[in-house]
T-cell receptor, first 111, second 114 residues
Framework: AQSVTQPDIHITVSEGASLELRCNYSYGATPYLFWYVQSPGQGLQLLLKYFSGDTLVQGIKGFEAEFKRSQSSFNLRKPSVHWSDAAEYFCAVKGAQKLVFGQGTRLTINP | DADVTQTPRNRITKTGKRIMLECSQTKGHDRMYWYRQDPGLGLRLIYYSFDVKDINKGEISDGYSVSRQAQAKFSLSLESAIPNQTALYFC?????????????FGPGTRLLVL
């Protein structure tokens, strides 16, 4: 069965600083991978996805993620964060039938 | 995303009561899902449905039931609510084809069971 681990429960960065959120997955076949963002009081919004092809994928709001098969990772990055990026971020892997989510990483932005 | 709506958005109920959470979508998707979110646990799948006649249990279906009344409607019921069902509940939808892998979420229903 597939699983996802997000090692960091809470990360704090300063506005304008770079960001990397970690995601490690376990799945026997080629995974479909996703990052979702949940702003306070909101549902989940898709940031980006990886199905196949180029291992560096671009998403909305200036986010990107890199798929590294050898490390079973799909880390999310942004070169310069904005106060509006404060939210909870979820990595997910799609298996045979269902989507499995990581525990989430809460991002706090210091002014 | 206004294409997936959930009612109510907030609900307080008492132990033992039966409650229903409703989900409607205008995206025309065949597949619908119910998840619950608990702090530190991410989202866990309760039930999912690939069409009106197809209902499947997820990883935490005990204590819950669902009804797929139409392609656009998928309801989640708690037959006899208990305090550990206090959580944030999300409905999601997905389409067919490669885009079937992308799930679109409603705004959530926050449920408190006293």
């Amino acid at each position: 069965a597939q699983s996802v681990t997000q090692p960091d429960i809470h990360i704090t960065v300063s506005e304008g600083a770079s960001l990397e959120l970690r995601c490690n997955y376990s799945y026997g076949a080629t995974p479909y991978l996703f990052w979702y963002v949940q702003s306070p009081g909101q549902g989940l919004q898709l940031l980006l996805k990886y199905f196949s092809g180029d291992t560096l994928v671009q998403g909305i709001k200036g986010f990107e993620a890199e798929f590294k098969r050898s490390q079973s990772s799909f880390n999310l990055r942004k070169p310069s964060v904005h106060w509006s990026d404060a939210a909870e971020y979820f990595c997910a892997v799609k298996g045979a039938q269902k989507l499995v989510f990581g525990q989430g990483t809460r991002l706090t932005i210091n002014p | 995303d206004a294409d997936v709506t959930q009612t109510p958005r907030n609900r307080i109920t008492k132990t033992g009561k039966r409650i229903m959470l409703e989900c409607s979508q205008t995206k025309g998707h065949d597949r619908m899902y119910w998840y619950r979110q608990d702090p530190g646990l991410g989202l866990r799948l309760i039930y999912y449905s690939f069409d009106v006649k197809d209902i499947n249990k997820g990883e935490i279906s005990d204590g819950y039931s669902v009804s797929r009344q139409a392609q656009a409607k998928f309801s989640l019921s708690l037959e006899s609510a208990i305090p550990n069902q206090t959580a944030l509940y999300f409905c999601a939808t997905s389409d067919l084809g490669q885009e079937r892998e992308i799930q679109y979420f409603g705004p959530g229903t926050r449920l408190l069971v006293l």
